[in-house]
């Protein structure tokens, strides 16, 4: 690391020590050129910023205490990721170990009251919260895991199920989460091998519940050679244990450091708690049909398809069953679906906007098929790709939504923050409304500096009608727009289409036109710094490079929903087998292996593991946009819209106007007559 202080930089760039705290604090009047030299010289100085200095002079300090019994095997994680969080927001942690003792940990408040912090995060304290508030000069900022804590918990009823008042003993965790002390009504042994040892021996228990991956082991070898075959291992881990094996003797259920981390580091902007659910992830084998087939499955070819293709060879090796998985371009399906050629398809993936159209006529109900309940029941956040008639059809396969990515080297350039203060009299931050995107693109286009490189401000597609449609839609609901329907007839929001229209139009004369007739073509302009901004749907964005891109809500956060989902045709005779195929594919086991390598699963906790959070960091971002995604794909509840048809026409009309260069008006005159033309071929009357 670099010793290089704001003198030396001051020294060599022959400018005062004021001067570089302005630029590297980015305040006050400097000049570009002042700027462009203090930034290269401390570049060449290597100078890094001094955190803990900075917590000295700044009123608000840079520094969070983290107050555990001991740093080992179960507390590692934690740490490692909170203080990856940290760095992330120019926040240093500081360790502090009890050790378990009361003394030790009266000293660590002492210690942390001597220190200007920002937060403290306590685990497992041997004192009461009371008492800890009582020792601290501020308690403000104090957040504590423990059992009885009414803000951050950890809900471990999964576990209170499985023992289901069997007779039980818990290995106590003192030195980690005390994770002990939330099966208050169960017996408790230390953690010593002889203790542990003769607990085994008695034969009293049917489960011994422990919270450490090398006692697990430890304790099912010594099983093996005991005279005790009773007894069943709970463990309770934040590792994620990967087998595509049953394990008799031990399951394995599993917490996630990384979302604690994350609730710690969130409530240093007081951002509300969310409870911390634990999961069963034993690899389980299900019980197989007596007549054993080939399966046939209909996808959409996307990145979601290759991920779930290499992993269909664990589903026939273990149940010795066929899968033929046909895979097909966007028109194609579109073509099959129209044709009705699905008979030789078990499995048929639909995409959201066709659920409501298709489902009914394609899907077997599920509701008949009780294998599947334990799936359907932890998706109560998926109605809309589960239900038709609050009858279930699918189950949500690959889910996505519209999200912006942003390249954080605009955005954090002092001379492109200068530069747009001075004409917007505004702070430079990614646009979070319609009109700041089109300030934005107006501000990037119309720049003459080295520093806007070769960027546009965002790719838009040139021709293909739906994906035009994807662009303008969600721009027009954020505005307040609506589509109804009356009579036989659609109706927008007259004054806010044009108003969309004629943004959308300026936006586009800005932006980069792309000719290809997918999302790809965005999303390599961005990878390729060739764009300021993406907007795509997250099952689009898994290859953009994680290090170049800050995240957001697209403008306006009302975002097109996609995605698709699965359902057992009703024309299969292979139905018992289908359901086989979805209870392995939602174990899991499977769901994690899919999310690891980038693809949108319903089970979106998986998305804040560590491992998943760091090299697809918009996937755990995504989460929330889903409550406020919007996808017009029915007028009433008995009234289905052909919605991709639906908004074909609005695209293609959208698309002349912009080529004829057509006013507003003549546009939506247009869409309305074009709507009306094909109006027996957009909704279904059931």
Not at 184 to 201: A, D, F, G, P, W
Not at 413 to 427: D, G, P, R, T, V
Not at 589 to 599: F, R
Request: aromatic letters at 10%; hydrophobic letters at 35%.
């Amino acid at each position: 690391m670099s010793n290089a202080t704001i003198s030396d930089i001051a020294k060599k760039a022959q400018v005062s020590i004021g001067t570089v705290s302005n630029v590297l604090n980015k305040r006050g009047n400097v000049r570009i050129e002042t700027i462009r030299k203090v930034e290269e010289t401390a570049k060449q100085l290597n100078y890094v910023r001094n955190t803990n200095a900075l917590s000295i002079r700044q009123k608000d300090s840079t520094i969070v205490a983290l107050v555990i019994p001991r740093l080992n095997e179960q507390t590692s994680a934690l740490y490692s990721n909170i203080y990856h969080e940290l760095i992330l927001k120019n926040l240093t942690l500081k360790l502090y170990e009890t050790n378990s003792n009361a003394q030790e940990e009266r000293e660590c408040y002492r210690q942390i009251n001597q220190q200007n912090c920002r937060g403290i995060f306590v685990i497992n304290p041997i004192a009461s919260t009371k008492d800890l508030k009582s020792w601290l000069d501020d308690s403000s900022n104090l957040v504590v895991l423990t059992p009885r804590s009414k803000t951050l918990k950890i809900d471990l009823s999964q576990i209170t199920k499985k023992i289901d008042d069997k007779k039980s003993v818990v290995v106590r965790d003192e030195m980690s989460f005390g994770f002990y002390k939330y099966f208050k009504n169960l017996k408790t042994i230390s953690n010593n091998m002889r203790t542990i040892y003769q607990e085994l021996e008695s034969g009293n228990n049917e489960f011994i519940i422990v919270f450490s991956d090398k006692l697990a082991n430890r304790i099912e070898t010594m099983l093996e050679t005991s005279h005790n075959n009773t007894t069943k291992i709970i463990l309770l881990t934040s590792k994620n244990i990967v087998s595509f094996q049953r394990n008799q003797t031990k399951t394995i259920f599993h917490y996630s450091a990384n979302k604690i981390a994350l609730e710690f580091v969130d409530s240093l902007e007081q951002k509300e708690s969310n409870a911390l659910n634990i999961y069963q992830v034993d690899y389980t084998l299900f019980t197989t049909p007596e007549q054993k087939s080939e399966l046939n499955l209909l996808m959409l070819e996307t990145p979601f398809s290759k991920i779930l293709g290499g992993l269909l060879a664990d589903f026939t090796n273990k149940y010795q069953v066929k899968i033929n998985l046909f895979t097909e371009k966007f028109d194609k399906i579109r073509e099959i679906l129209s044709s009705n050629n699905l008979k030789k398809y078990d499995l048929i993936r639909l995409d959201i906007s066709d659920f409501n159209w298709y489902g009914k006529q394609i899907f077997q109900p599920l509701d008949q098929f009780t294998e599947l309940d334990p799936i359907i029941s932890k998706m109560n956040n998926w109605n809309k790709y589960i239900y038709i008639d609050k009858i279930p059809y699918s189950i949500p396969l690959d889910p996505s939504v519209q999200m912006m990515l942003f390249q954080k080297d605009i955005f954090n350039n002092a001379i492109l923050q200068k530069q747009f203060a001075e004409k917007f009299s505004k702070e430079l931050l990614p646009p979070s409304t319609y009109q700041e995107l089109i300030d934005f693109a107006e501000f990037l286009d119309g720049l003459d500096l080295p520093e806007k490189e070769n960027y546009y401000p965002i790719s838009l597609i040139e021709s293909t009608s739906t994906l035009i449609a994807s662009e303008f839609l969600p721009y027009y609901y954020s505005l307040g727009g609506k589509i109804e329907y009356d009579a036989g007839i659609f109706s927008f929001s007259s004054e806010i289409f044009i108003k969309t229209y004629n943004m959308y139009q300026s936006l586009r004369t800005r932006s980069k036109i792309e000719s290809k007739s997918w999302w790809d073509s965005e999303t390599d302009a961005f990878n390729n710094r060739q764009t300021a901004l993406v907007v795509g749907f997250t099952n689009h964005l898994n290859n953009i490079d994680k290090e170049n891109y800050g995240i957001a809500p697209i403008p306006g956060n009302t975002p097109a929903l996609g995605g698709g989902v699965f359902g057992i045709n009703k024309s299969s005779s292979h139905k018992s087998t289908a359901i086989l195929f979805l209870q392995w594919l939602y174990q899991y086991q499977i769901q994690h292996e899919i999310a690891l390598m980038g693809g949108d699963v319903p089970a979106t906790d998986l998305f804040f593991e560590r491992e998943i959070y760091e090299q697809f960091p918009f996937l755990s971002s995504s989460i929330d946009l889903y409550n406020t995604g919007i996808r017009k794909t029915k007028v009433s509840s008995d009234k289905p819209i052909n919605t991709l048809l639906f908004e074909k026409l609005l695209g293609e009309q959208i698309h002349n106007g912009i080529t004829s260069n057509l006013d507003a008006t003549s546009v939506l005159v247009n869409i309305n007559n074009s709507l009306i033309q094909h109006s027996s071929n957009l909704i279904r009357t059931e």
